[in-house]
């Protein structure tokens, strides 16, 4: 994945934790980072906004929440919209490996 989000300059990241997880703790790249809240019961919001906030479906989109849970559910309402480049990274705390110092 840390080949990926370096050789792919349209990478973006899909966070998909509640507004108070990233008040708590955030994320930072050069890449893109776009936030769209999804919980484990309802990813109606990510259905609604991922057209408009990820308008490239064949970038590649890496998604992550606060475990992995949400990602998995993330990823399974984009690809009924078509999306056809996603990678589950898991949760925050996995992801050292992608952050950049």
Avoid: W
């Amino acid at each position: 994945l840390k080949d990926l989000v370096a050789s792919s300059d349209d990478t973006v990241f899909l966070d998909v934790r509640s507004a108070g997880e990233l008040e708590a703790s955030s994320f930072k790249s050069s890449k893109p980072v776009v936030h769209i809240p999804v919980t484990m019961g309802d990813q109606s919001e990510i259905t609604e906004k991922a057209p408009e906030l990820l308008p490239n479906k064949d970038a590649p989109i890496v998604v992550f929440c606060g475990v992995g849970g949400r990602a998995s559910k993330a990823i399974a309402a984009l690809e009924k919209l078509g999306y056809s480049k996603l990678y589950n990274a898991g949760g925050l705390k996995d992801m050292g490996y992608l952050t950049e110092s």
